[in-house]
């Protein structure tokens, strides 16, 4: 089955205590990507991915570091956790071939979501 | 600078009925746009897009239209089912294939039965 999987889904920590949020895709996808959703604000970009070793900052990226060894995986880290970072995130992934209900090249396909609590 | 706005945070319709979303946007180089919906617990999914060359796309019960002089668009939803009820969120993107997504602030829509 094509999908996003997002590991954990559910993370209570702390402040200052590193973590890792782990994204991996089964499609073949070159470009990923990773959001975080808070209530009024929407989805907002963190940071993308257009292929393996190449990263960009999208809107939101202080206080989070991302990397893409592998085409499959695009975890997101988070040196210094601190409350303002909980949130809903998400990570996506898409082709830039012909694919797609969407027409084409420009449907992302969403994961479960990480929910994560900083205290 | 709010590049893609979903002015309503809220809809309620009854079942049967017609659902109209409406998404405004200020980036007129965007040249695509898609609606994702997304139920709580879950990921957003895709529901429909629209070329920025296009007036109006249609995928069953769903047709998007776009008025790119106004920078409008909206999302009609024909008849409105209860497992419609979900958040809507309208996204722009330009750059073609590489580009990233712009989302707007989305809008819940509750279809009563």
């Known amino acids: 089955e094509a999908q996003v999987t997002q590991n954990p889904r559910y993370l209570i920590t702390v402040t200052g205590k590193k973590l890792t949020v782990t994204c991996s895709q089964n499609?073949?996808?070159?470009?990923m990507s990773w959001y975080r959703q808070d209530p009024g604000l929407g989805l907002r970009q963190i940071y993308y991915s257009m292929n393996v070793e190449v990263t960009d900052k999208g809107d939101v990226p202080e206080g989070y570091k991302v990397s893409r060894k592998e085409k499959r995986n695009f975890p997101l880290i988070l040196e210094s956790p601190s409350p303002n970072q909980t949130s809903l995130y998400f990570c996506?992934?898409?082709?830039?071939?012909?694919?797609?209900?969407?027409?084409?090249?420009?449907?992302?396909?969403f994961g479960p979501g990480t929910r994560l609590t900083v205290l | 600078d709010q590049q893609v706005k979903q002015n309503s945070p809220s809809l309620s319709v009854q079942e049967g009925r017609i659902s109209i979303l409406n998404c405004d946007y200020t980036n007129s180089m965007f040249d695509y746009f898609l609606w994702y919906k997304k139920y709580p617990a879950e990921g957003p999914t895709f529901l429909i897009s629209?070329?920025?060359?296009?007036d109006k796309n249609e995928d069953g019960r769903f047709t998007v239209f776009l008025n790119k002089s106004a920078k409008h668009l909206s999302l009609h939803i024909v008849p409105s089912q209860p497992g419609d009820s979900a958040v809507y969120f309208c996204a722009g993107m330009y750059g073609g294939s590489q580009g990233n997504l712009i989302f707007g602030k989305g809008t819940k829509l509750s279809v009563k039965p």
């Open positions: 996506a992934s898409k082709t830039f071939g012909l694919a797609g209900r969407g027409g084409g090249y420009n449907e992302q396909f």
């Open positions: 629209i070329s920025s060359i296009k």
């Open positions: 499609m073949n996808h070159e470009y």
